[in-house]
């Protein structure tokens, strides 16, 4: 049984930051890669960023290129987004996201079957 939860979301004014996290309760947490997408309301669910099983592997979207930092820390069973200089259109429900199967690399909403409840993150002007 995999069991995502997410925490951290919140309200922050742009140009400020919030961490969020997420814990895995599966087992083998450790082989997979492990990903946070967002959905912003009325739009699609888009990829955000992706880190493989030893983090060799590390994947952003261009909108939040050297902006968000993902990291894991496979002894927790816990990935974390750390998101600095917020704009507005950052405002989003935040999911975090496991592959299906160890260590994919293509970063494509299909290739992850097991996904959190989603924490709300709002970017104010």
């Known amino acids: 049984q995999v069991h995502l939860v997410e925490s951290g979301g919140g309200l922050v004014q742009a140009g400020g930051s919030l961490r969020l996290a997420c814990v895995d309760s599966?087992?083998?947490?450790?082989?997979?890669?492990m990903a946070w997408f967002r959905q912003a309301p009325g739009k699609e669910r888009t990829s955000v960023a992706a880190?493989?099983?030893?983090?060799?592997?590390?994947y952003y979207s261009d909108s939040v290129k050297g902006r968000f930092a993902i990291t894991r820390v496979n002894a927790a069973n816990t990935i974390y987004l750390q998101m600095n200089d917020l704009k507005p259109e950052d405002t989003a429900v935040y999911y975090c996201a496991r592959s299906t199967y160890p260590e994919v690399t293509a970063i494509d909403i299909n290739e992850f079957g097991y996904w959190g409840q989603g924490t709300q993150v709002t970017v104010s002007p």
């Open positions: 880190i493989n099983r030893n983090g060799n592997y590390i």
């Open positions: 599966g087992r083998s947490y450790s082989i997979y890669t």
